[in-house]
């Protein structure tokens, strides 16, 4: 250390050692000191000699500094004003004489410090002096001057008031720092830029007295100077200063006027102004290439803020409203876009960068075509934007990102990947279904947008290999639509283009590469769904609050739905809008949009609606005459009145008119008053009847004028007030029978064609119209129609209708043209197509039978049998047993025994004669099978008074008795080997299934015998099987016969021969009841029934079990029997086995359900019998003692209880089995019951489901039997007498009021 840097330190230690004391030890006044808060002082004039000392030592130049710095820190003392401006000058000397960093930041601290304080004397002398050295003639640069130019930049930014007025000679200030950005230091340019752009961002705020710029007289150099200094940088952060003072230039529009000869001068010398002109003119056409290329580099800065700030100066530079389009496309070809799209992939989507490419590309956008090859090959990274922009709503670029796509979709279709597809189809569905989902939707433009560009990529090649997106594009229609209806008000557009999405979407699904069926059904069903359940209602609300254009938006979106007419959905559509009356509101479009477009529109899409719902292009009169058509349906109706001679454009619109009528009746939909419509009809039919007779009109428009006519006519009908021509219906008449028409062809109301078989003049015409239909349907015989809602078409379905009413002559019609082809030879494919017309419509409504009965339909198949012509056919005798199967298995009895009673004997003896002669050559065929069930079904009717003559026939019909008992008699010599006719069934014989048939009609015979041959027979010759007193030869088979095929057969076999054996028994117990002598059998032969019965009673089939159950308890109730074998019987072991368990099973403690209990009811009814029985046996009492009774009453329930177990403790109380305690418990259990019977109201009611069931060929025979099997069980069951053959709510009902009747009885007694 040198010896004065010594004497530095001594005098620094002993001014502040002085200072401590409040004296200087320099001997400097105490005014120029300052205290500080431990005490000392610091004397304002030493530290300004120490720093303003060239060869100060810095480290006591920085101590001191830190000293003054940390004094003035502390409040709440206060630097006077006259020490902060004596401060002034040395701190200002110091800044300009020190090299060394720290020093200048600590000096440029004071100095902010003090410009702080409050005082503004000072802050403005700062500035002054700082700028006054800045812009001294004198003033050269150096590396030192930067900490001078750092400092006037922190002064200029801690104010926010105009520190510019403070300085005394701006223009030279403002050259010397524009001068300087020429220095090769980065560092200072730097700090210029930055004095710069605070000197202009606060002339924005505050300009001088005549309003001048004082930047504006140096801006070609400034500018020049200030794009080469951002072109050479590498620092971002005198980057980011050039970009803020060049966007503070571009916001005065200083970039775009800086070089044009319209700059008005401002306040500055001209000499000096053209000095500067001439030397930077050469400069003019090179500045935006200069600034192309600045900007390259900030775009790609590693700093996102260089970035997002370079942008911003493009926003500034490109939306000055004097911009000339020269710039912008010299930004195209600097490749300005390709920059900015690089910015914006590296983003990361963060929002301030997304935000400012967005709209800076947007602005590059004008630059066409040169934008758009760059928009393509950045659109990749557009992709992953919209991703991001389209989740957050109201995106400030949301709606330039979709436009930026939608250019480069609309221009390059071809350019877009299938992925890219994909992913934008998914974004933009997300899009639309947002408002529906209840969250915020999207501006009407971006709607726009997004519609728009859904409809490019349905229509762009790449969507052809683009897979599973039917969902996609089904969900974004579907709420585009949804999203617009309720605000169609507001912005009418966007229904549009949500519409004109539908209608893409719609065509979309029919393109040959859509691959997926069931998806796409699913997006044409989607789309026909949207149309029907929302745009429809809506639009039938919204017609008069809505405008011309958005009408026909509606109208050809149905229009292009209802063009692909070859298509289910389609079709639906059709049915959809005719079934809203969409003629008349067509008709109301007409009245409140009487234009030419609407006009137009509406016919089209009507006559586009008939071809769908008629076909064959029958709407094409409409499209012909949709010019001159008007437009109101009172006109309509003026023009049908009008003569049609000789003038073809009246001829059309009279077609069309009549067709849009028969269109609107056929539905429903009333156009006109009916009056008004029937009278114009009539004068049609009256002024142009010499055009029909000529074959003015062809077929079809003569069905139309026939529905019309005949729809209007029977409305007349129903209301006995409007008037009708006598003539006018004589014409159509004579037209109808003169002329060719197609009624099974064509569309006809069922008023009206009902009205047409109501007239008695037109059953010829009519009789030759079903043939027609019969004709036609001849291929279909075997197609059954369900009843259901007529398509308003003659079919099956409606003819039966027409027959079941019986208020016109459908019946008498089918049955006279039957009568007509059996009359005539070789008629044989019309005569089946009758018959089988005839049995569908039976099939169809039964009660049809009815009136075919009444008008002679037996007496034509008769006569049919008596032609031998066709009676030897097989089809013919197919048809007919078809035929009368299904009359007699739905005919009331009551009609039936109004037919003719002869002709149903010549069928009967028909049938039997095919049947034996066809057993005779082969063996049995489904042919001979249906007649067996035609046969049953005579039987049947016979119980009921009807056809007793041919029943007569077939019980006595020898040749059948013995067809009968020969099948028997070969089933039974089987055996055990009985049971393989299943496995025989399966390869093609028909043993099993003729068994059962002939086992159906045993049983239909044994309830006829009583019915049509009365006390004629002896019902023990059934049971003996020795007997041979039977003086009648009757279809018999013995009991022991039924018994083996009860043991051996088939469930079916079983089934069916227990109905036969409990029906033979019911036969026998009536005679062992009646006045006859005792019953003769063998003890060891009764013995053997009771075993097989026995064996079966707990068989799974309760059908079975019961009938068994049912034939023990009537032989047990056998009175007239020897009292031996009473005996014997009721101490048959099984029987008392049988009782046994049920009452063990019963009594044990379990959650018993009905189902259980009905299980044990054939064992019931035994144990009743026994109970009635004179002597009851010992082991009763055993069976049923007091536990026993009292564990089955616990386990009864008002839910589990039957009119069997009522009927078991009836006989038990009787019999004195229950004790009074038992008594009172059942008492309170069927109180219980009979509550919940009456609460849940489940009174059973036998319904037959096989009543209508179809049978329309010979393949039908399971269900024939399953018919017959159904129809012998019902009668049973609704059969009620004293053998239990009872159930239901009702039965139990009558059961328990008995039960109490014998209690009260009881009580009595």
Known sequence: MSQTDSQEAEDLEVEVEAQSLGSCSQGHRSTLSLQTQQGGAICLLCLSNLITTPHALTIHVSYALSQLSLALSHRPLHLSQSHAHFLVSPLLHALSSFDDQPIACQLIDLITILSDSGDEDVFAEFVSRVAERLSSGAFSWSPRQLHMIHCLGVLFNCRTNNPFIFIKNKDALISNLVTGLGLPSEEIRGEILFVLYKVSSIQCQSMDIDGADILFAFCPKLLQLSLESLMKTQRD??????????????????????????????????????????????????????????????????????????????????????????????????????????????????????????????????????????????????????????????????????????????????????????????????????????????????????????VALLKSPSFKRTENLAIAVQEASKHAVLACLSISDEDPSQLLHSLYLLKEAYAYSYKEFSTNKTTIMELRNSIVDVCESHLLPWFVTAINDINEEIVLGVLETFHSILLQDSYIPATEFAQILVASSWISLSSGCLGLFPTEKIKWRVYLMLSSLVDVLFGNDTGQPIRDAAVHIPTDPAEWLFLLGQKNSHNFELSCCQSAILLILHTAAIHDDRLADEKLVLASLEQYILVNSSNFQFGAADSLTRMWLVNLYGLYRSLAKMSYQIPYSLEAER?????????????????????????????????????????????????????????????????????????????????????????????????????????????????????????????????????????????????????????????????????????????????????????????????????????????????????????????????????????????????????????????????????????????????????????????????????????????????????????????????????VSS????????????????????????????????????????????????????????????????????????????????????????AVPHLASKSFFNHHKPAVHIAVALLKHEKIPGWMRTVFDSPCISGIIGNLGASNMGAEMVLLFRELLDSEFLKAEQISSLNHVLQACRKYVYTNCTQDEHTNKHLYKTFTKLDDLGEVREYLIHLMSSQLSMEKNCRGLQNGDKELLEEIEMFFRSLTVKEHS
């Open 237 to 454: 952060d005198v980057r980011l200063n050039c970009v803020a003072l060049l966007t503070i230039l571009a916001q005065k529009g200083f970039l775009v006027n800086a070089y044009t000869n319209n700059i008005s001068r401002m306040n500055f010398d001209e000499a000096e102004n053209s000095m500067q002109t001439t030397d930077y003119g050469t400069n003019q056409s090179s500045l935006p290439v200069l600034f192309a290329e600045a900007i390259k580099g900030p775009l790609l800065s590693s700093d996102s803020q260089v970035q997002i700030s370079t942008l911003d100066l493009m926003l500034q530079y490109l939306s000055w409203e004097a911009a000339p389009g020269k710039h912008i496309q010299i930004l195209m070809e600097e490749n300005i876009a390709d920059y900015v799209f690089e910015a914006l992939r590296l983003s990361e989507c963060k929002d301030p960068m997304v935000n400012s490419c967005v709209q800076v590309l947007n602005f590059l956008l004008t630059a066409e075509p040169a934008f758009g090859q760059r928009l393509a090959v950045g659109f990749t990274t557009l992709i992953p934007v919209l991703n991001h922009v389209a989740e957050v709503p109201f995106h400030p670029v949301q709606s330039q990102t979709l436009k930026l796509i939608w250019n480069c979709i609309s221009d390059f279709p071809g350019m877009i990947s299938a992925s890219h597809v994909k992913e934008l189809i998914l974004c933009l569905a997300r899009m639309l279904r947002r408002p529906t989902d209840g969250e915020m939707g999207m501006l009407p433009e971006t709607f726009t947008v997004v519609c728009s560009i859904f």
């Open 731 to 1055: 014409m159509l008449f004579h037209l109808l029978t003169e002329k060719e028409w197609d009624l099974p062809s064509a569309k006809i109301h069922p008023l009206s064609l009902k009205w047409l078989f109501q007239q008695e003049k037109l059953s010829k015409p009519l009789s030759y119209q079903i043939l027609k239909f019969c004709r036609s349907n001849s291929s279909n015989v075997s197609n059954v129609v369900v009843h259901g809602k007529s398509n308003n078409s003659m079919n099956e379905e409606v003819i039966a209708e027409l027959v079941a009413a019986g208020d016109n002559y459908g019946a008498s019609v089918v049955v006279c043209l039957l009568m007509q082809r059996i009359e005539q030879e070789g008629q044989v494919p019309d005569i089946v197509s009758v018959l089988n017309l005839v049995a569908t419509a039976i099939n169809i409504l039964p009660r049809a039978s009815d009136q075919f009965c009444l008008h002679g339909i037996i007496n034509a198949i008769c006569a049919l049998y008596n032609n031998s012509s066709y009676s030897s056919l097989p089809q013919i005798l197919t048809a007919i047993s078809l035929l009368i199967f299904n009359i007699l298995r739905s005919v009331h009895p009551e009609v039936l025994s109004l037919s003719d009673e002869a002709a149903w004997l010549t069928v009967t003896m028909k049938l039997i004669e095919y049947l034996i002669s066809t057993l005779a050559v082969c063996s049995w065929t489904h042919e001979s099978l249906l007649i067996i069930s035609v046969l049953s079904l005579i039987l049947h009717h016979s119980t009921n008074k009807a056809l007793i003559e041919a029943s007569k026939y077939i019980v006595l019909n020898n040749s059948l008795v013995s067809t009968v008992n020969s099948t028997i008699d070969a089933a039974c010599l089987k055996g055990p080997a009985m049971t393989d006719y299943d496995e025989e069934a399966s390869t093609g014989e028909y043993e099993y299934e003729y068994l059962i048939f002939v086992l159906l009609l045993y049983y239909f015979s044994i309830r006829s015998l009583q019915a049509s041959l009365p006390g004629a027979l002896d019902w023990q010759n059934f049971l003996d099987p020795f007997s041979k007193k039977q003086s009648l030869s009757t279809i018999n088979i013995r009991c022991h016969d039924l018994c083996r095929l009860m043991h051996f057969g088939s469930p079916l076999v079983k089934l």
């Open 1059 to 1146: 109905y036969c054996m409990l029906e033979l028994f019911t036969r026998l117990s009536d005679h062992e009841d009646g006045e006859h002598d005792e019953l003769e059998c063998s003890m060891g032969f009764l013995s053997s029934v009771m075993a097989v019965l026995e064996g079966l009673v707990f068989y799974s089939d309760i059908r079975v079990a019961m009938n068994c159950g049912f034939c023990l308890s009537m032989i047990l109730g056998w009175e007239k029997l020897d009292l031996h074998e009473r005996t014997i019987i009721a101490k048959n072991y099984w029987c008392r086995l049988i009782v046994e368990e049920m009452a063990m099973s019963l």
